[in-house]
């Protein structure tokens, strides 16, 4: 896991915690300590409370703001619900690391 990562953990899962995540994976060149000038960072989330169509997008944007404020970089946010595509799949979970 990169130094970015490490380093603002506890932010990141209070984060996590505040916009009701329940699990929380840390996937991508940040996971494989590969992270470049320009990566961004690729979580995989489950969101605990299955919300309105509007409450969940608040709670996903406002996520996706907060964990780019605090990281300095873009995020790539992807809802785990979302994914259907097998190839995807199996590149996130080669390299996913549980952080919630």
């Given at each position: 896991?990169?130094?970015l ?33 320009d ?13 309105d ?29 979302t ?18």
């Amino acid at each position: 896991m990169e130094s970015l990562i490490s380093s603002h953990l506890s932010e990141i899962k209070n984060l996590f915690k505040k916009y009701g995540v329940k699990e929380a994976y840390l996937f991508g060149s940040a996971a494989k300590n590969n992270l470049q000038k320009d990566s961004d960072v690729d979580f995989l989330v489950n969101f605990s409370n299955k919300t309105d169509f509007e409450s969940y997008g608040n709670n996903y944007f406002d996520l996706l703001y907060a964990l780019q404020d605090l990281l300095k970089r873009d995020v790539d946010l992807v809802a785990e619900e979302t994914l259907s595509n097998p190839y995807l799949i199996e590149s996130i979970n080669q390299s996913k690391i549980q952080l919630v």
